[in-house]
């Protein structure tokens, strides 16, 4: 098999193959990331506003290696998706105010995983009664808030990293 290697961060693997998380790991730039919402980068991972979110504020925190199997994360890579992970609920709870939060990952297609070849986490801001009937009969969700208007705000938060 052949691998692309990406040659500012020679430890990151790269799949010739199209993948939207390693895509938006791969690039830089103030303009990109406003473009594309990313947050903020670390040594392993990126964090990204999930651009079809459950609720305003959805950050998904990436690593920028394409791994399908969650068992094969090393531990430096893991300790800082959740250290980003706790900067991303404790901006959320500054920003939004939310009642509680879902965080984890779905793995493999059949855990509901959109992109099951490329591990990542979700940290989701719930409000009780957050999911109306709109969701649950028109498979629609209300969101109050642009996305672009959401970055600005959320971005603030990882500033301070
Ligand atoms: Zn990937």
Not at 56 to 61: E, K, L, N, Y
Not at 74 to 92: C, F, Y
Not at 113 to 120: P, T
Not at 122 to 147: C, K, Q, S, Y
């Amino acid at each position: 098999m052949n691998f692309l290697q990406n040659s500012e961060n020679p430890d990151h693997l790269r799949l010739p193959s199209s993948c939207v998380l390693c895509d938006l790991g791969k690039g830089s730039g103030e303009e990109f990331d406003t473009e594309n919402y990313v947050l903020f980068r670390g040594k392993s991972c990126y964090v990204v506003l999930n651009a079809f979110p459950y609720a305003a504020g959805h950050m998904m925190i990436v690593p920028y290696v394409h791994e399908g199997d969650f068992v094969n994360l090393d531990d430096g890579l893991l300790l800082e998706s959740i250290d980003l992970s706790r900067v991303a609920v404790n901006t959320l709870k500054e920003i939004y105010n939310p009642e509680g939060f879902n965080f984890g990952a779905n793995l493999g297609r059949a855990g509901g995983a959109a992109f099951g070849d490329h591990v990542h986490f979700h940290v989701v801001p719930r409000w009780l009664g957050d999911t109306n009937f709109m969701t649950t009969l028109a498979h629609t969700r209300v969101i109050p808030e642009a996305l672009s208007q959401t970055y600005m705000r959320i971005r603030e938060g990882f500033k301070s990293l």
